[in-house]
């Protein structure tokens, strides 16, 4: 799976801790998220809104996959994913309205399992 944060602005140092946090968070959704059967390929954006806390709210489709279940599985993994660890303090720009976008293909074994 790969997880896709759109982030307004990421410095050097903010970076491994982005990283973590990324990590962290798609380790989470995967362990929750029950694929339907007919996943591959499909994509979908999510919009929430992330609290300090680790807390989220307001979790909704910003752009579909096109297939309804895979959307409403993916809204249901985040949602019991959640509460995320707290954010950590090199980034706290992610507080507030967060764009994911979530695709669930298994990323080859020499690539980082999120993009930044």
């Not at 307004?8 to 990283?19: E, S």
């Not at 809204?75 to 660890?85: L, M």
Request: aromatic fraction near 6%; charge should be negative.
């Amino acid at each position: 799976m790969s997880l896709l944060f759109f982030l307004p602005f990421l410095t050097v140092a903010a970076d491994d801790a982005a990283n973590n946090y990324v990590t962290q968070i798609e380790k989470r959704i995967m362990a929750v998220w029950h694929l339907p059967q007919r996943s591959a390929g499909l994509t979908v954006t999510l919009r929430m809104n992330l609290e300090r806390s680790g807390r989220i709210s307001d979790v909704r489709v910003e752009q579909s996959s096109g297939d309804e279940p895979f959307d409403t599985s993916a809204v249901e993994a985040v949602r019991s994913a959640a509460p995320f660890p707290p954010v950590p303090v090199a980034l706290q720009h992610l507080i507030g309205d967060l764009v994911i976008v979530l695709d669930p293909t298994p990323l080859p074994n020499n690539l980082p399992g999120y993009e930044i």
